[in-house]
């Protein structure tokens, strides 16, 4: 696996680390899908240290959860690993995930991240529960794309809670946490970024949930555009 680093020239052992991970329901996708006018601004203009990792995609019942964490875990080691010789600051990370990439993104920072190191995550539509009804009915093509990734069908299973950030968060494991999902994303229930959401609030964890009229499962431009900027604004507030 490898992952693509953008590093501003201005830089040294207090620069932040970004953290990307890509979306494509866990058997697609790629590092490459950061937007460039993103890197830009990030990494040329706010001087954060920004990562995009690739991970292993699920492919004929290989490379099932959790082979996708592990990665995460091993990148984030390898980032830690390198940070004296690149320059930054490689115990302190921020996600930024879409889709399933938020998924990993949260479930990591919630229920794996042992170091303390995720400092913050911007979950865009990512499914947060993967044993809710909203997904998980016969006939809809969430309930098709989780069972190949979790190996089972069955809803009841425990891998599906181990696999569920909802489940994971706890007051002791959250992070502040920003969510965006449009009212019409027929993929992934935007109830899954309430019900997130609300546990969040309930747990007095700094948090937002950003709603889009009518949007569906795709960021079109004008709502990429303000995605972006809210995006910008909530990691310059608790990740600057």
Known sequence: NLLDAYLPE??????????????????????????KALVEELVGKRKYALASLNYRLVKDGKNIFPAQIED???????????AAGYRYNGNSFA????????????????????????????????????????????????????TNFLGTPD????????????????RETGVPTILFHGTADKLVHPDQSEKLYQKLQDLGIPSELKLYP????????????????EMIG??????K
């Open 10 to 35: 201005e830089r040294d052992s207090n620069t932040r680390v970004i953290v990307y991970i890509h979306g494509g329901s866990w058997v697609h996708g790629d590092k490459s899908e950061f937007p």
């Open 72 to 82: 995460i875990q091993k990148a984030l080691a390898f980032i830690t690993a390198n």
């Open 95 to 146: 996600f930024i995930g879409a889709s399933a990439g938020a998924h990993l993104a949260m479930l990591y920072a919630y229920g794996h991240d042992s170091l303390k190191q995720v400092k913050a995550v911007v979950d865009i539509f990512g499914p947060t529960d993967l044993g809710d009804e909203t997904v998980r009915k016969p006939g809809l093509e969430s309930n098709d794309i989780i």
């Open 155 to 170: 809803v009841s299973a425990e891998v599906v809670k181990q696999a569920s950030p909802y489940f994971q968060l706890t």
């Open 214 to 229: 009518g949007e569906k499962h795709e960021l079109r431009p004008p709502v990429a555009a303000d995605v972006f900027a």
């Open 234 to 239: 909530w990691l310059e507030q608790y990740y």
